[in-house]
DNA sequence: TTGAAAGCGCTAACAT
DNA sequence: ATGTTAGCGCTTTCAA
């Protein structure tokens, strides 16, 4: 035998007819156990797989998902990504994935190129989305999940958590662990680590005592050698003067210590260094890193059950979902 | 009109026939100025996208590549993952993604599932498939990819470099710089961390002088927590004797020199640490970790390419590519 | 250059 | 519980 085997060479071979066989793969339990066991039987031997695209062109369900997200490089999306996949997989369906390197335009233009694949829904990192890129969702009308933080304008549902809040969160613990002349140091400064930014801001604006305080950003990617530069830009803003450092991810957060270190800075003696995302590393350095954790495996799991939840019924509007975050503290700070 | 157009829809519009929009869309130069722009303008004017699954159908070229690889939280895939995308989508090709978390068992299922969306090639890690999952590959008669490791018997083409070398050179770097007692400490023990393991042992058989040496292994998951916990077995066996570890990568690398920080060890006057794949941190850790390098994302890129060129094509025997490595001496060795 | 007809491989809907 | 029939929406092939 050369060519692929199809559903009806699958079914001579079982002796039956093609739609029992389709049966089998779909509902096993519409067929009874003799025929199942044939056709089982006569699938293996024949090595027979499914065509997806006739499948799914005569059922109309294509029995995949779109998923966009900012960076394939960032550890943190992969997180979110496991529970995506994991989630998706017992319940067949196809990850179609994007990297849309942080770009509504690259975003925009993948969304137009997934919609090609007739997702049954589509997950999103973000609120960031192009006019042109909500129009064609809405057009599509499928359900859409708004990823990682939360927005007053949802395309459809959302979930995720404050990044205003957290970094508001996580300043106000500087502030009263001591620390007087606060710096952030940011990189790539997406729209989430904007939010951390003005948190940052609105946390020193609420103290009851005015503060200095030093901000470095570049919209460079983000990387724990940007980290150290930043950390040392940082430095050479503020004299000397600066006494804490809220950096906008643990990668910088990471890089900032190394290069403390480097200068003969003790942490947090000289210096407090606290981070974003505590990412495994953070807790196994010498000092441990203060950081913000929050349920990314899970915001994956959960996005793709609201899909799954949302597949087929008449849109009704969802509130936002929000998962919350957990300030981290430890001896960084 | 409520229902989603198809191409009848537009040809109306444009009043041509269906053909000729499938033609703007797929080849605009074999349709006349007059006829295209009437298309053209009837495309906008429907909102229509090409329905994905009847096209692929009906040409049976899907536009799709698959990719399995052992583990999404892997950072090291990562890289790998984006030298495909960032290749795959400038070739109009999606990747429909599978992490087999390890497991040939997994991965031979995830064959049988992305197979059946007719992937126009596929791209997989290591070359431990089972006997089951070659055949499938060989019935799907489509472009096969074999990543990370050199393999004597691939299934079609082969991109990677030697582990086995790598972890004998690695250990003859630890050797030549003096070290007489060393360790190799190991986590997953997935083929190539194997193979790293069977050079470091073949380095010592190779050794002019006999040396003691300590392994220390685990099936678990990789993490720089176990590699904490990994050195303090790895000294408890050796009772102290041990002079320099291998560990299999560098999370690992990372997790025993924190320990051995915390445990008041000079890295490397007490204890040197080498590491494998090359990670950021441990250039910038200090001491920085000696460890491997590698193209990963070349790998990537080129392992689409090979399929593009590929494509089609009978299938001829190909020699497997060798990416090579190199040791990156750091201060901790 | 354009179109008409004939499927691609599968499943929904309708028998039996 | 099983089978028959008729498409799904597109592209290939062949004809004009």
Same mark, same amino acid.
């Given at each position: 035998?050369?060519?692929?085997?199809?559903?009806?060479?699958?079914?001579?071979?079982?002796?039956?007819?093609?739609?029992?066989?389709?049966?089998?793969?779909?509902?096993?339990?519409?067929?009874?156990?003799?025929?199942?066991?044939?056709?089982?039987?006569?699938?293996?031997?024949?090595?027979?797989?499914?065509?997806?695209?006739?499948?799914?062109?005569?059922?109309?369900?294509?029995?995949?998902?779109?998923?966009?997200?900012?960076?394939?490089?960032?550890?943190?999306?992969?997180?979110?990504?496991?529970?995506?996949?994991?989630?998706?997989?017992?319940?067949?369906?196809?990850?179609?994935?994007?990297?849309?390197?942080?770009?509504?335009?690259?975003?925009?233009?993948?969304?137009?190129?997934?919609?090609?694949?007739?997702?049954? #829904?589509?997950?999103?990192?973000?609120?960031? $989305?192009?006019?042109? %890129?909500?129009?064609?969702?809405?057009? !599509? &009308?499928? /359900?859409?999940?708004?990823?990682?933080?939360?927005?007053?304008?949802?395309?459809?549902?959302?979930?995720?958590?404050?990044?205003?809040?957290?970094?508001?969160?996580?300043?106000?613990?500087?502030?009263?662990?001591?620390?007087?002349?606060?710096?952030?140091? #940011?990189?790539?400064?997406?729209?989430?680590? $904007?939010?951390?930014? %003005?948190?940052?801001?609105?946390?020193? !604006? &609420?103290? /009851?005592?005015?503060?200095?305080?030093?901000?470095?950003?570049?919209?460079?990617?983000?990387?724990?050698?940007?980290?150290?530069?930043?950390?040392?830009?940082?430095?050479?803003?503020?004299?000397?003067?600066?006494?804490?450092?809220?950096?906008?991810?643990?990668?910088?957060?990471?890089?900032?210590?190394?290069?403390?270190?480097?200068?003969?800075?003790?942490?947090?003696?000289?210096?407090?260094?606290?981070?974003?995302?505590?990412?495994?590393?953070?807790?196994?350095?010498?000092?441990?890193?203060?950081?913000?954790?929050?349920?990314?495996?899970?915001?994956?799991?959960?996005?793709?059950?609201?899909?799954?939840?949302?597949?087929?019924?008449?849109?009704?509007?969802?509130?936002?979902?929000?998962?919350?975050?957990?300030?981290?503290?430890?001896?960084?700070?």
């Amino acid at each position: 035998m050369s060519r692929k085997p199809n559903l009806k060479d699958v079914a001579k071979v079982a002796g039956v007819s093609a739609i029992t066989v389709s049966r089998v793969l779909t509902d096993p339990t519409k067929v009874s156990d003799k025929l199942r066991n044939k056709v089982e039987q006569a699938v293996r031997e024949t090595g027979y797989i499914r065509n997806h695209a006739a499948s799914a062109l005569a059922s109309s369900r294509s029995g995949v998902i779109a998923v966009i997200i900012p960076s394939l490089s960032n550890i943190v999306f992969n997180e979110v990504l496991q529970g995506i996949y994991q989630t998706a997989r017992p319940n067949n369906l196809q990850v179609v994935l994007g990297d849309c390197h942080y770009s509504p335009l690259e975003e925009e233009k993948l969304i137009a190129t997934l919609l090609g694949q007739s997702p049954e #829904g589509i997950i999103l990192t973000g609120a960031a $989305q192009t006019d042109y %890129a909500r129009k064609l969702l809405e057009r !599509a &009308d499928i /359900p859409v999940v708004q990823l990682m933080e939360l927005t007053d304008q949802p395309i459809d549902m959302n979930i995720g958590f404050s990044h205003f809040h957290a970094g508001y969160d996580m300043t106000k613990h500087l502030l009263q662990r001591g620390y007087r002349t606060p710096g952030f140091i #940011g990189a790539r400064m997406d729209p989430r680590t $904007q939010q951390r930014l %003005a948190g940052f801001r609105q946390a020193l !604006a &609420d103290w /009851p005592q005015p503060c200095q305080s030093f901000v470095q950003t570049t919209t460079q990617p983000s990387s724990a050698r940007l980290g150290g530069q930043l950390l040392q830009a940082l430095i050479a803003e503020s004299a000397g003067k600066c006494d804490a450092v809220f950096c906008c991810n643990d990668d910088l957060a990471l890089g900032a210590l190394f290069e403390a270190q480097k200068m003969n800075l003790a942490v947090p003696g000289d210096i407090a260094i606290c981070g974003f995302n505590d990412l495994e590393s953070s807790s196994l350095v010498n000092p441990s890193i203060t950081s913000v954790a929050s349920a990314r495996f899970d915001m994956g799991k959960q996005a793709v059950e609201m899909l799954l939840a949302a597949a087929g019924k008449p849109r009704k509007s969802i509130a936002p979902i929000d998962v919350g975050y957990q300030i981290i503290a430890r001896r960084s700070t």
